[in-house]
């Protein structure tokens, strides 16, 4: 278990590192390109505000979202809030991308999408999970630590210590 809470953070800023690189790839590629991007959606951009609405509605988000997750990789107090914005963010595209294959009967065009966001999701939930389980033997030890009859307190320390003066 040791080991397992040691990696807990490393495991936590992995998968916050490969959301930040995924939504910075999303957000560059809608941003510089946006007319590419939408064609291999089967979209087209017949206008300069069309072109406009496509970056920001799908590259600035998906900047934004990078910028979250980045802010929250490299503190590590913010680990669990990045791993559970990930977890809601995907989760929700999730449900909705299920939505629509249903809907829509994209399965096969979806599939490839499909999958990354669902191993994405399931690391993140994996990663919650661990340093859950880390943290709670943290807290298990600090407490079996604090309570040991062979720890004396600094107080009795020092009470002894001047007694033997």
Known sequence: MRTLARLSPWLARLVLLMATLLFAMIALKYITDPVTAAQRSGMSLNSPVALTNMRAGFGAFPLACAAVTLICLISVRRLRIGLTFIALLIGIVLIVRLYGIEEDGTLT??????TAEAVLFSVTLIALLIGAAAARFAAH?????DHSPNRRSAHATRSSTNRDR
Do not use: C, F, I, M
């Not at 065009?109 to 499909?114: P, T, Y």
């Not at 030890?141 to 630590?145: K, L, P, V």
């Open 109 to 114: 065009e979806n599939l490839r999408v499909l």
């Open 141 to 145: 030890n600090d407490e079996q630590t």
